[in-house]
């Protein structure tokens, strides 16, 4: 047995495995696959640990990709770059930025690793652009007997549709060839809106903006805009002064303090979001994308996110204020909703339909139990497809009804893992033994 105590960056769930590895490339990464097999362990690769659900939990063989962490190649004539699966999201941006390129779409908090990103469905927001996943044009893998195996849509099409969002069950991820153009810059346009007017404004606000985005402040009408829309130039960044004051200050250092007041005293959570929401102010910037897209995030949360059909939004979040109005729950935290184009990755929420994302949190260390029960009982309602890294109460038999592909990825998985070297209590939930 080891010592090593893990977590979650929330600490919703901890593992302490009986054995550990840090490959330092991908033929020890199947080396350490191969030893686990001989001692009957299962194994898991973690990332970051932002996943609030317990995907990367084992007791078996915890693999660490700390070393995982180069990007191998940029190829600016064919759109690609090749980078290994723990390398930090943050760190990739940096460094295609330098090499005069950047990923068409990402979500607002880099500091995941690309796998467990990837691997979970990670996505931000966007009209034509979707998930980091539809992004992937190629993965290198470990099988379950420790080889290492390539796949795109030319080559074993099955598997790469099947494991591009696959929970690490069909393989150990070790890199990724992603698609990627040349390096654009994004002009932000952030602005406070009333909730009824961008619900009935929804159609026209997303076909004319190439990325938008809503915050809604429960127990208020309030919310906060955000239209990013690629730019010829010249960039025109925050001032550093009010970068921090923003984005450390107001929406980090004053945003905790806030919430710590709001679990004190939930009653006051209405008038404290009702002052949030009229103390921010609208503002633009012209910066390279990644700096658009991704801001940091710095107070703890638990976050509950389902994938709903686009047309189905405004019904959604009028039955979510419903649930908050009539008093039963007190959320301090702003409910955030972005979109998706259709994709073609069997096991993503946006499979085969426009998708609209609405993400509930809470405090880390109040209750949520009972507000993320009354919210998913809204989204199942329609149909909704929980993210597969955060808190959600689905099981296979769920999760097969709302998926066209399921059966097509888990025939996968039976032919690559027979033995279920990769599963996890996790896994055995949402796929099956």
Same mark, same amino acid.
């Given at each position: ?35 686990? $097999? ?94 980091? $996943? !539809? ?37 150990? %991820? ?21 909730? /009824? ?53 107001? !929406? ?36 390279? !994308?990644?700096?658009?897209?991704? !801001? ?5 949360? %638990? ?32 409910? /955030? ?37 009354? $919210? ?58």
């Amino acid at each position: 047995m080891t010592n090593v105590l893990w977590r979650t960056w929330a600490d919703t769930y901890r593992a302490r495995p009986r054995m550990t590895a840090t490959p330092n490339g991908t033929d020890e990464a199947a080396g350490a696959v191969r030893a686990a $097999a001989q001692q009957g362990l299962p194994v898991r690769m973690v990332g970051s640990g932002h996943s609030f659900t317990d995907a990367a939990v084992t007791d078996g063989m915890m693999l660490l990709p700390t070393s995982l962490t180069r990007l191998r190649s940029v190829d600016p004539a064919a759109g690609t770059a090749e980078v290994e699966a723990g390398m930090p999201l943050c760190d990739l941006n940096e460094a295609l930025h330098r090499s005069g390129a950047a990923l068409a779409n990402m979500g607002d908090i880099a500091v995941q690793t690309m796998a467990g990103a990837i691997q979970t469905g990670t996505h931000g927001t966007g009209r034509d652009a979707g998930g980091l $996943a !539809s992004q992937v044009v190629g993965m290198e893998l470990v099988t379950a007997e420790g080889e290492v195996v390539s796949c795109s849509a030319e080559s074993d099409p099955e598997l790469f549709h099947a494991a591009r969002v696959g929970l690490g069950a069909f393989g150990v %991820v070790t890199a990724f060839t992603m698609a990627v153009e040349p390096a654009f810059l994004l002009h932000a346009r952030e602005e406070p809106m009333r909730l /009824e007017e961008v619900l009935e404004r929804l159609p026209e606000l997303r076909a004319a903006n190439e990325h938008f985005e809503f915050f809604w402040f429960p127990h208020t009408g309030l919310t906060s805009t955000k239209r990013n829309n690629r730019s010829g130039g010249p960039a025109r960044p925050l001032a550093p002064f009010k970068a921090w004051l923003d984005d450390e200050f107001l !929406s980090n250092s004053v945003f905790d303090g806030v919430n710590r007041l709001a679990r004190r005293a939930p009653a006051a959570i209405p008038a404290i979001n009702q002052i949030s929401a009229r103390a921010l102010s609208a503002r633009a910037y012209t910066d390279a !994308s990644h700096r658009v897209f991704a !801001s940091p995030r710095r107070v703890r949360f %638990v976050e509950m996110e389902y994938a709903v059909p686009a047309e189905e939004l405004p019904a959604v979040l009028r039955e979510l204020r419903a649930i908050t109005d009539r008093g039963d729950h007190r959320i301090s935290f702003p409910v /955030e909703v972005r979109f998706a184009p259709a994709d073609d990755v069997w096991l993503s929420t946006a499979y085969g339909r426009e998708t609209a994302y609405v993400a509930v949190h809470v405090y880390k260390g109040a209750p949520y139990e009972r507000f993320f029960a009354d $919210a998913e009982a809204v989204f199942t309602s329609v149909q909704g497809r929980p993210h597969w890294g955060k808190m959600h109460t689905r099981d296979r038999s769920y999760l097969e009804r709302v998926y066209p592909r399921f059966a097509d990825a888990m025939a996968v998985r039976d032919r690559v893992d027979p033995d279920r070297r990769f599963a996890n209590a996790y896994t055995g939930r949402v796929f099956g033994p």
